[in-house]
């Protein structure tokens, strides 16, 4: 007997509708908007914008995996990457997704 299976598509980040404060407004590096932040090659996630925001509708552990898997996460820390936020100073974890999921 088959099982049937859930076929999920592929994850897609679009950085204007996450990091772009206004339409047309182009990503600087070292810029901090509303989703995270971006250093010129990795887009950094909060845990709370990696669940709602870039996995809505899909497993953030699963999703984090798979782009683990694909290497297109950068991680220090499990799943995670562990940095200074610019914002509190302070060391906590982030989801990395490298710019090279886009090309």
């Given at each position: 007997?088959?099982?049937?299976?859930r076929v999920?598509?592929?994850?897609?980040?679009v950085?204007?509708?996450l990091?772009?404060?206004?339409?047309?407004?182009?990503?600087?590096?070292?810029?901090?908007?509303?989703?995270?932040?971006?250093?010129g090659?990795?887009?950094?996630?909060?845990?709370?914008?990696f669940?709602?925001?870039?996995c809505?509708?899909?497993?953030?552990?699963?999703?984090?995996?798979a782009?683990?898997r694909?290497?297109?996460?950068?991680?220090?820390?499990?799943?995670q990457?562990k940095?200074r936020?610019p914002?509190?100073?302070?060391?906590?974890p982030?989801?990395?997704?490298s710019s090279?999921?886009?090309?």
């Amino acid at each position: 007997m088959l099982e049937s299976r859930r076929v999920t598509p592929p994850l897609q980040i679009v950085p204007e509708k996450l990091f772009a404060t206004e339409p047309g407004h182009v990503l600087q590096a070292g810029k901090r908007v509303r989703a995270g932040f971006f250093d010129g090659e990795t887009y950094f996630f909060s845990r709370e914008v990696f669940r709602t925001e870039v996995c809505r509708g899909f497993d953030p552990t699963h999703a984090a995996s798979a782009l683990k898997r694909r290497k297109y996460l950068e991680t220090n820390h499990g799943l995670q990457f562990k940095r200074r936020d610019p914002d509190s100073g302070r060391t906590v974890p982030f989801y990395a997704v490298s710019s090279m999921i886009l090309e």
